[in-house]
């Protein structure tokens, strides 16, 4: 019953529609270290497949960060999740928006 009001006022619909979108919203945690981020990393890498999530390595730093911001945007569009230790500004780069 309820599925049918729902239904009746558009909302289920609106949420399908929500979470497509948000499917292609990029996510990008930036770790600031020592705020409980590996418990943060940790959650996100139960939450997305490994393949789909970039990871800015903590004692590779400067090359994994150059190395994502060298990608081409073909690859970057197909990942949903970046994260780790890195400079503010990767929304700039990415070929879709993201938060």
Known sequence: M???????LGLIENRRMSRAAAAEVA?????????????????IEWEYPLFQ???VD??????SASHLWRLPPQRLKKTRV?????????????????T
Request: without cysteine.
């Open 27 to 43: 996510v990008i945690f930036l770790h600031v270290p020592k705020t409980a981020g590996t418990t943060l990393n940790r959650l």
């Open 2 to 8: 309820e599925e049918q009001s729902l239904s009746g």
């Open 58 to 63: 903590p004692v590779f730093f400067r090359w």
């Open 82 to 98: 970046f994260k780790g230790h890195m400079l503010f500004g990767l929304h700039k780069v990415l070929p879709q928006p993201a």
């Open 53 to 55: 999530m970039y990871s």
